[in-house]
């Protein structure tokens, strides 16, 4: 069974930093693109970051410069460095990997459960 499980979400004051990770487990075949999305309450889901496996990576305006993805120290994990946030960056955080399953043979988008992230004023 493959899944994806975020880590690192919090509370902090406005101006600081926070690093969320996200690792997936089970039987993978590959990984080829790594994502970080956020919902806030009554908000559709965005798009925060995309990380393709040759390093190309996308920010959506209103992070860029701010937050940071990267493939993370382990095999099949991504972070998401966040600095100097903002209120309006508070959200659950999801993870999304576009990953291939040994058990079906099949790429597909999954998902993790989420973490929230809450910045103060």
């Known amino acids: 069974q493959v899944q994806l499980v975020e880590s690192g979400g919090g509370s902090v004051q406005a101006g600081e930093s926070l690093s969320l990770s996200c690792a997936a487990s089970?039987?993978?075949?590959?990984?080829?693109?790594r994502c970080w999305y956020r919902q806030a309450p009554g908000k559709e889901r965005e798009l925060v970051a995309r990380l393709w496996n040759e390093g190309k990576t996308y920010y959506r305006s209103s992070v860029k410069d701010r937050f940071t993805i990267a493939a993370g120290d382990a095999a099949n994990t991504v972070t998401l460095q966040m600095n100097r946030l903002t209120p309006e960056d508070t959200a659950v955080y999801y993870c999304?990997?576009?990953?291939?399953?040994?058990?079906?043979?099949?790429?597909?988008?999954?998902w993790g459960q989420g973490t929230q992230v809450t910045v103060t004023s």
């Open positions: 089970g039987s993978i075949f590959g990984v080829n693109m």
């Open positions: 999304n990997f576009f990953m291939k399953s040994r058990e079906f043979d099949t790429w597909n988008d999954y």
